[in-house]
T-cell receptor, first 114, second 112 residues
Framework: DTGVSQDPRHKITKRGQNVTFRCDPI?????LYWYRQTLGQGPEFLTY????????KSRLLSDRFSAERPKGSFSTLEIQRTEQGDSAMYLC????????????FGPGTRLLVL | RKEVEQDPGPFNVPEGATVAFNCTYS??????FFWYRQDCRKEPKLLMS???SGNEDGRFTAQLNRASQYISLLIRDSKLSDSATYLC?????????????FGTGTRLKVLA
C-alpha cells in the first residue's frame, strides 16, 4: 500500500452519463498526476498538478474531461457524457520522497461504459 | 515515433533463467529513468531507478546508455514471482514540465 487512495475502485456507467473519480494523495506530496491505462498499454499521461495549480494537460484530455485539486490535497477527475472509448483504468499518482524520489500510484479506478 | 518504446513480449523463460529487457527513448534531454513492475489488474509499482553509472538491487540490474538512448533491465535467476509486466518510464524534465512517459510494457512469464 503506497498511501495513495482512489475512490471508487470500480464504476459501471451508461454512455452519456457523467462520472467523477477521487484521489487522496500522500499528505506531504505536492505533485499529483492522473493517467489512463487500457489493456496492453502503459499508463498514458492525462494531467498533473503542483499543489492546486494544474500545470499541464495532455491532448488526450478532451473537453469532456476536467480535473481539479481545489486545496492542493485531494483531486477529482470528471468525465462528462461518457463514451464507450472512455472505458479504462484511471490511475492517480503522487510524487514525493519516499523510498525513492518518484511517483507512487494509487490502486486505480476501473471504469466500464456500457 | 513513440517517445518510449518497449518490446511488448511476452518473454517466456524457465525458472532460473536470465532475461533482459531494453527500452528506447526519443528525447535526448530526458533526465530521469525508472523501471516499474505491474501485476495483472494492479497499479504500477516502482522497481528501481536507473542511474548513469548503472545500479543493482539483488537479482535486478538496470543500466542507462545515454549515447544510444536506451535503458535496460536484467533479471538473473528468475523466479515464478517475477512474472509481471515491466514498464520503462522516462521523465523529460524539460523546463516547466514534470511529466512521466511510460512505455507499453514488456510482459514476462517465468515458467516452472
Amino acid at each position: 500500500d503506497t498511501g495513495v487512495s482512489q475512490d471508487p475502485r470500480h464504476k459501471i456507467t451508461k454512455r452519456g452519463q457523467n462520472v467523477t473519480f477521487r484521489c487522496d494523495p500522500i499528505s506531504e506530496h505536492n505533485r499529483l498526476y492522473w493517467y489512463r491505462q487500457t489493456l496492453g498499454q502503459g499508463p498514458e499521461f492525462l494531467t498533473y498538478f503542483q499543489n492546486e495549480a494544474q500545470l499541464e494537460k495532455s491532448r488526450l484530455l478532451s473537453d469532456r474531461f476536467s480535473a481539479e485539486r481545489p486545496k492542493g490535497s485531494f483531486s477529482t477527475l470528471e468525465i462528462q457524457r461518457t463514451e464507450q472509448g472512455d472505458s479504462a483504468m484511471y490511475l492517480c499518482a503522487t510524487y514525493g520522497r519516499g523510498r525513492l524520489e518518484t511517483q507512487y500510484f494509487g490502486p486505480g479506478t476501473r471504469l466500464l461504459v456500457l | 515515433r513513440k517517445e518510449v518504446e518497449q518490446d511488448p513480449g511476452p518473454f517466456n523463460v524457465p525458472e532460473g533463467a536470465t532475461v533482459a529487457f531494453n527500452c528506447t527513448y526519443s528525447n535526448s534531454a530526458s533526465q530521469s529513468f525508472f523501471w516499474y513492475r505491474q501485476d495483472c489488474r494492479k497499479e504500477p509499482k516502482l522497481l528501481m531507478s536507473v542511474y548513469s553509472s548503472g545500479n543493482e538491487d539483488g537479482r535486478f540490474t538496470a543500466q542507462l546508455n545515454r549515447a544510444s538512448q536506451y535503458i535496460s533491465l536484467l533479471i538473473r535467476d528468475s523466479k515464478l514471482s517475477d512474472s509481471a509486466t515491466y514498464l520503462c518510464v522516462v521523465s523529460p524534465f524539460r523546463s516547466g514540465t514534470y511529466k512521466y512517459i511510460f512505455g507499453t510494457g514488456t510482459r514476462l512469464k517465468v515458467l516452472a
